[in-house]
């Protein structure tokens, strides 16, 4: 039983979650990684999901970034029942609304720094030319990437290529930024880095942002904290304060 | 479009030798079989181009029946004059028409005073003649190339073994077609070379003198050769006079004249069907080596890049791009064999052009330079299989890419 119920689904929420169960395999080999989590996220919050391996925090990302479909329960994500969409609809709605952070940056090899944040915006997004470029370049701005714009993502270190990612998920305007696990990869000093660079983000652009932890130093700098454990949301943390449902 | 070319070219040169070695495959591909096609097709051509000008012509005429008895050289299934006159009348209206020969063929004995032996004949109009095979002339090795009434243009085999020289007197002896027997003296004027095919080894007196041999008061004609202003228009033409011909019946009311194109009359077009079947099994052949390079290759792209595919899908690409990023690759794959393989093949045909290596026999007649060329719409033709080819290669890895679940594919390991 989660402990945090949503009261209800609204638009004002950028993501409204009412006991979402996600399930694995079939018959007798069924795994619940998530149990009926309900949770509500407002615009232009900076979010945690924590919790050990297994938790159901990568499950949970995935869902709201309608990478897959709960089994039972209701999600909403931007005002979106996510279920209602098909495989091209989801497709679309991700590139429209949603941007994402991967632990392994995922750039494209063949493509340069500039090129990779660009991707989105011409394959994604068709944005005309000349406002694609003043959007990459006020993104590479923003991350401090302007001077390694030419260079391939097998020419720059991993704190550059996930500032890089940051910046190619912020260039199409998202309504969300989802993060699974964005420091794991990194050493403590660039991961603060790019938390703080994320943190700027959200307070530049407004954008909601969520990631996903197990690194107790990092999950510090997120205002809201959602801990789960075994698939239940046990617990919900504001930033100067605690908040059991 | 642009975009997605910028990225197919660059995922190519990511792996450049299996690029290199898949483009390479398909140039080489592209090159045999536009030098295949370029020898073989005008081997071919050169043989009609031998056959139809030396001595058949581009089609002909006979009374109907005639051909099927034609080893006889049946004088009594030639067209009567009324009916030569209908027809020349048809033919100098038709604007396909360039030239046209009629010719009496017969067969007599061939004496030279000292031996004798069988020959086969055409009476022509030696002006009309020349003008429906022009390269009749060029056979004459010896002697004048021209014939005039009195004079006889003697197979070089028959000279050679009759021992008969340019200017010898001989004699012709022909049984009419009420079976009496006449004979004439004739000048030998000119020797020919042989030629393959049907009639290519007969020999040659004026038309007039035919018919004095054959005690004919009115000219009857075994057979109208005619020369087309357009070759390729020969199946066409075939028809049409078939159809203008078609009022002139028998007693029985069945057509009197048949018309034959050379393809009815050569031997040769058989080989020329079989050069053509050789050639699409060498398309065949192109097709598999390009589907099956591409394919691997482009499985091979998927397979490495299942993490990346699931990025893009992620990001929220579509299904549709990720289909249209995968096929463009293999489209240039495609492309950048036809292009390396049609100017290297082109090159090729160019010095088989210049330095003239190529040369065969055909029939008695040895040493025929071949001058290799190709048709600008095989080129097309093949380039166009080749990229065709290419995409439906690529469609099914592509399909594979644009179908995967992008939750699975970043799992990929």
């Known amino acids: 039983m989660s402990l945090i119920v949503a009261e209800n689904i609204s638009k004002d929420y950028q993501v409204v979650a009412i006991k979402v169960t996600k399930d694995y395999g079939a018959g007798e080999n069924i795994v619940r990684a998530l149990r009926g989590v309900s949770f509500e996220i407002e615009p232009a919050s900076f979010v945690s999901f924590v919790g050990p391996s297994g938790s159901g925090k990568t499950t949970l990302l995935n869902l709201i970034g309608c990478l897959d479909k709960p089994t039972e329960g209701n999600l909403s994500v931007v005002g979106m029942d996510v279920l209602k969409l098909n495989r091209h609809e989801s497709a679309q709605f991700r590139g429209d609304n949603l941007g994402f952070i991967f632990q392994d940056f995922n750039l494209i090899p063949v493509l340069t720094v500039y090129e990779n944040i660009e991707y989105p915006l011409i394959i994604v997004k068709n944005t005309p030319a000349g406002e694609r470029r003043k959007r990459v370049m006020a993104v590479l701005e923003a991350v401090g990437m302007l001077d390694q714009k030419d260079k391939y993502p097998d020419q720059i270190s991993g704190g550059q290529k996930q500032r890089v990612a940051v910046a190619r998920a912020l260039v199409s305007d998202p309504k969300l930024v989802l993060a699974d696990e964005p420091t794991a990869n990194l050493d403590s000093k660039t991961a603060y880095t790019i938390i703080d660079l994320m943190k700027k983000m959200r307070n530049e652009r407004k954008t909601t942002f969520i990631f996903s932890t197990h690194d107790q130093k990092i999950v510090g700098e997120a205002e809201i904290i959602y801990s789960l454990a075994d698939g239940e949301l046990v617990d919900k943390q504001v930033k100067g304060g605690k908040q059991n449902g | 479009m642009g975009n997605l070319f910028k990225i197919a070219v660059r995922n190519l040169f990511r792996y450049k030798r299996r690029t290199i070695l898949t483009t390479s495959l398909i140039a080489i591909g592209v090159i045999f079989v536009l030098g295949y096609i370029s020898i073989s097709g005008s081997f071919k051509n050169m043989m009609i181009g031998q056959i139809t000008d030396s001595m058949m012509g581009h089609l002909q005429v006979h009374r109907k029946g005639y051909v099927a008895s034609i080893e006889?050289?049946?004088?009594?299934?030639?067209?009567?004059?009324?009916?030569?006159?209908?027809?020349?009348?048809?033919?100098?209206?038709?604007?396909?028409?360039?030239?046209?020969?009629?010719?009496?063929?017969?067969?007599?004995?061939?004496?030279?005073?000292?031996?004798?032996?069988?020959?086969?004949?055409?009476?022509?109009?030696?002006?009309?003649?020349?003008?429906?095979?022009?390269?009749?002339?060029?056979?004459?090795?010896?002697?004048?190339?021209?014939?005039?009434?009195?004079?006889?243009?003697?197979?070089?085999?028959?000279?050679?073994?009759?021992?008969?020289?340019?200017?010898?007197?001989?004699?012709?002896?022909?049984?009419?077609?009420?079976?009496?027997?006449?004979?004439?003296?004739f000048k030998v004027s000119g020797i020919l070379e042989s030629a393959t095919g049907p009639g290519g080894r007969d020999g040659y007196v004026h038309i007039e003198d035919a018919m004095e041999v054959l005690r004919m008061s009115a000219m009857e004609i075994s057979e109208v050769a005619i020369r087309l202003k357009d070759f390729s228009k020969g199946e066409a033409f075939t028809q049409k006079l078939d159809g203008l011909l078609s009022g002139e019946v028998n007693k029985e009311g069945k057509p009197a004249l048949e018309v034959h194109s050379w393809q009815q009359l050569s031997p040769f077009y058989n080989i020329a069907r079989m050069i053509d079947m050789m050639t699409i099994f060498i398309q065949l052949m192109l097709i598999a080596v390009v589907l099956i390079s591409i394919m691997n290759v482009m499985i091979m792209a998927v397979y490495e890049r299942i993490r990346e595919i699931g990025t893009i899908a992620a990001i929220g690409t579509l299904p549709t791009k990720i289909l249209s990023m995968f096929i463009m690759e293999g489209l240039c794959l495609g492309v950048i064999g036809v292009v390396i393989g049609n100017v290297i093949g082109l090159a090729i045909i160019f010095i088989l052009n210049v330095s003239g290596w190529v040369t065969f026999d055909f029939g008695r007649q040895k040493g025929l330079v071949l001058s290799p060329t190709l048709d600008p719409m095989n080129m097309l033709v093949i380039s166009a299989i080749v990229i065709f080819v290419s995409v439906v290669a690529s469609l099914q890895p592509a399909l594979k890419a644009s179908r995967m679940e992008p939750i699975k594919a970043l799992r990929h390991v």
């Open chain 2, 72 to 185: 006889n050289l049946p004088l009594n299934l030639n067209l009567k004059p009324q009916a030569v006159k209908k027809l020349e009348g048809i033919l100098s209206q038709q604007p396909e028409v360039e030239a046209y020969s009629p010719r009496i063929k017969f067969g007599g004995m061939f004496s030279t005073f000292v031996e004798t032996t069988n020959v086969r004949l055409n009476g022509v109009y030696p002006d009309k003649e020349f003008k429906t095979v022009p390269l009749l002339a060029s056979r004459i090795t010896e002697g004048q190339k021209a014939l005039n009434r009195g004079e006889i243009l003697l197979p070089e085999l028959l000279a050679r073994g009759m021992k008969a020289k340019i200017g010898d007197m001989v004699v012709i002896v022909a049984t009419n077609q009420d079976g009496s027997v006449n004979g004439k003296q």
